[in-house]
Structures are given as C-alpha cells and as structure tokens.
C-alpha cells in the first residue's frame, strides 16, 4: 500500500456543495461544472492503489481505493454529474444542489472506500442526503415518500451495520474484499447491499420515492442509490448463485406494473428495476464475461436511465404534468425533447448501435454459456417487456398518442444540452464499444455485431413492435387509466394498520392497566395497609356493614377510610420496603439456622 496527497471525488463534490450555497447565477453554474470535470480529470491522473490510510480501533482502514471496479462506477458517476448539473443549471435554488452534490459525494465515497466502515459512513450520507432531495419537492406526498423512503433505507442500514460488526469480530479483518454468502454476517451484508438494489419485495421504496421527487431531484436519486448498490454486490458476492434467481425475478415481475401503469415516472422507476436485475444477474453468473457484462450495464444504465428520466421531467416542467392519459401529441412543440427521448427508449430497448445493445448482448451469451437456459429465456422474456414499456409506450404516450391539446415550449437550452449530452454517449458507446471495453475490469474479446446475433436482436424488437401494435389496435393494449396500481407496498400499509390497531387498542390499554395497578393501586393499597390497616379492612368488606365505623373514620382529621385514597407518602413507601426487606432478612437467617 502507499499513501499520498492525493485528493478523493467525494472532497470535490462535498466541498462544492457547500461551497455552492454561497453563490448565485453564473458563478454558481461554473462552480456546478468545474466540480465534476476538476474531480474526474484529478481521479483519471491516480494509479491504482490504496491511500489515505487511517487507523481505528485496531482496524487499519483507508478512504481512497482506485481499481478498474471503483473506476467504472467512478467515471460513470462524473460523467453523468456533469450532465445532471447543466440540465438543472436554470434552477434558482440552490438547496437542490447543494444536497445532490452531498449525495454525489456519498456514492463517490462509497464506491472508492477500501473498507467496510469507510463504506458503511457514505453509504449512511447518500441515505441522509437522498431522503432530503426527495422531501425537496415539498408536497404531502413527497414528504410521505421520503418517510417510508427513509424507513427502508433505515432497515437495511442497520442489517448492513450489525453484519459489517459481527464480520470483522469474526475475521479480524475490514478490507471490503470478496466474501460470499458464507455466514450470518455475511448474509447481513448482502441483504443491506440488497435493499438498496431493490430486490423483489424491499423494491417499494423506489417506485414510490422517485417519481414523488422533483423534475431534477428524480434524475439525481436514479443514478447513485442503486448503483453503488450493484458496485458493492459486484465486489462482495460476484458469483453467488443465489443473485442469478433474485436477478431473473427482478427482471421480470417489474414488466407487468409497467405496462399498468400511467405515471411515467414510475414506469420508468419499474423499468430501472427491470435493468437492475440484469446486472444483479450477470454478478451471479459470476465469470469474467458475466462481470465485464454486469459492470458494462451499470455503466451505460446511467447514461441511458437518466436520459429518460430527463426526458420525463423536461415534459413535467414544461407541462406540469406527467400522466400518460394527460399528455400526448408534444412532439410538435417538444421536438428536441422527443429526439433525445427516443434515444434512451431506443437504448434502453438494445436496439443495434445503441449501447445498451452491447452490454445485454454480453449478459445474455454469460448466462448462455454457463448453462442457465431458463434463466436466460426469462431475460429474453424482459428484453422484449423493456421495449414495450420503455421503448414504445413512454415516447409513444408522452410525444404521439391521442392530441392532448397541450402546447408547452420546448425545454430550457440547458436541459437540451444536459439530454444532448447523454444521447450522444449513448449512441457513440453503441457505435465504438471498444471504448467501454478498455475500462470495464477483464479484458474484452466479445464481439456483440455478429451477424447471427444482430438478426436474432432485430427479430425480438421487431416482434415487440409489432405485437405492441396489433394489441394497441385490436383493443387489448391496457388502457390507460387514472388509478392506483397496488404494488407488495399493499402489505406494507396493511400490516402498518393492524399494527397502529393492535397498539391502540391491546397494548396501550395493557399499559394503562399496568400503569393504574403498579402506579396507583398497589402503591395506594400499601400506603392504606401502613398507615390505617383497619379501614382498609373496612373498605374490603361490603357496603351496608360496619356502616357507623367506616363514617366515623371518614370523619377523621386523618381522612383514614376514604380520604387514604388520595394521598401517597415516600416515607410510607420507605416504610413498607424496609418492613418487606427486614421481614426477608429474618426468614434468610431463620433458614440459614435451621
């Protein structure tokens, strides 16, 4: 190992953030872009190796670990940075960047930590910093989103925090090196890395966070969260079979709320899971190819994603609105918009000199060649599923479709340029994949323009296409309707009311119950018992008997019978203790002498 001055992302992109709510207009739009560009030309000029290495208890940890694994997450994060900065540059506001900058900084953190706590530490501020971009957009149902968005997020934490505890007391080691599925901790571990990949049945959080965000906010939470996720599962547990089967369900289960759905953001957001599973996938595959596949993915995911979540939210800003029964016909008035958005829609979908056509090719021919067929029909099953709810019926229900009658202007310059931006990488990458090859971590002899494998894709798409069509015009498309589709968040909210139930009505009464008989009646009766143990006789027999006395004592200046009731004394109290512990003492040295 070597150390030096040498400077991590995550300074650049936190200091900017703070530095960012200083400034105003143009200068701040130059700090947004010289953050990113300063931080990547800086972490392109670092070799491999471990720095800034630091002692804590007895763990030798370090903050800055530079491999061709980190460097791919590392350069997709800046990259897309750049163009998330320029498409929200006309923002006044600068508490949006500040908190996106902070959260930048945390997956850039996370992804070049050496150790499990340094991990743990960024992983816990993108958590922070996310759940606060969210709760930006202000609205009720925002700030409900980013509770429950909070709440998972806490959850998985906290099994990630006990796992990383009970890993190093049980190795003695912290490095975050591969582990697998081996153990209790371990297991903690990935089930903590998990919850922020959105496995199946923990994957609520997402699509009802991120389409409650802000036009901006939305781009920014679907870059990081669940990319460093991927990072850490591609680290920890490459070749965990386990990952193959959550992947395959991941990639599938996704397609059918998509197709339900009419909030285009959260078909996107189902969508992001469906990719996601390709990539979760690949890493249980576990090979060099499955790995350079997965890794590959995730890259070019960012791009692709987030360019359509630009997409939706240019038309949410310019509009207003973002319901598939809403929109329709904008192409005339959002031409750019449109061009950009078919890009991702085609990108997402593989479509040939696209990039995504090379990094599925490469994940699709890993888990051929390894023996999974049937896993590898249900990612053909996906594949096609991705281009009906990405591919056709975002661009199509958004730009074409039915006349809206909305007439929005196209989006700002600077969104233009921040979409522009991306749809090109997106095209250039599909064109000359050599340049993703060199950075991804093993080295590349795949070849995805064979002319058996461009046909096959074709025919897949082209088959999409053509069923999406004869449904659309048969009538047995899905319509799209205003309604709320139940997501296993159903259970959730269920189990959360019977939960509120079961507290009001049994254990908070069980409390009260314990409240009065420990706080009021034993104390109460004890003091009776101490101070007037005759009235408390009389008190115990019925009414109508020893009617005189019970008056009588009533009528005390002491208030024996009735008034006892509503006294209490800490001497009494004293009293009783002493009298119950002196009574013990004597029946242990009783016994003792027998």
Known sequence: MSSGLLIPPFVFFMLGGVIAGFLKGNLRNALLIAVPVLSLINLAMIPHGVYLQYEFLGHQLALFRVDKLSLVFGYAFHIVSIAVLVYGMHVKSNKEFIIGLIYAGGGLGAVFAYDLITLYIFWEIMT???????????????????????????????????????????????????????????????IGFGVN???????????????????????????????????????????????????A?????PIFYAVLENDLRKVLSYSLINQLGFMVVGIGVGSEMAINAAVGQAFVHIMFKSLLFM??????????????TELG?????????????????????????????????MILSSVATEGFMVIWLVLLFASAGVLDHSGIKIPFFAFFGHDSGLKPKEAPLNMLIGMGFLAFLNIFLGIFPGYLFRILPYEVTYNAYTADHTIFQLQLLLFSVLAFTLLLRSGLYPAEIKSVNLDFDFFYRKGYKLFI????????????????????????????????????????????????LREKMAKSEDGYVDGLVEYWSIGLSAFVICFFLLFYLLFFLVQKLI
């Open 128 to 190: 922070v910093a996310s759940t606060f971009i969210i709760w930006r957009k202000d609205s009720t149902d925002a700030v409900g989103a980013g509770f429950r968005y909070f709440i998972f997020h806490l959850v998985g934490g906290l099994a990630l925090l006990i796992g990383i505890v009970i890993y190093i007391i049980t190795t003695g080691n912290a490095a975050f090196v591969h582990m697998g599925w081996t153990d209790l901790a371990t297991g903690l571990i990935m």
């Open 197 to 247: 990949a959105a496995w199946p049945f923990v994957h609520t959080w997402l699509v009802d966070s991120y389409p409650k965000a802000s036009f901006l906010g939305t781009v920014m939470l679907s870059v990081f969260t669940t990319k460093t996720a991927i990072y850490t599962l591609a680290r920890g547990f490459s070749g965990e079979e386990t990952l193959i089967v959550i992947g």
């Open 249 to 253: 369900v991941m990639t599938a289960f």
């Open 311 to 324: 997409g939706m939210g240019a038309v949410l800003h310019q509009t207003g609105k973002i319901k598939a």
């Open 329 to 361: 016909g904008l192409y005339k008035y959002m031409p750019f918009t449109t061009v950009f958005t078919i890009v991702g829609s085609m990108t997402i979908s593989a479509f040939p000199l696209f990039s995504a056509f090379v990094t599925k090719s």
């Open 501 to 548: 139930w079961l507290v009001d009505n049994i254990l908070i009464r069980f409390m009260n119950f314990g409240k009065s008989l420990f706080f009021g009646y034993i104390p109460k009766t004890l003091g009776m018992l101490t101070r007037n143990p005759v009235g408390l006789l009389l008190l115990m027999v019925p009414d109508g008997r020893f009617k005189g």
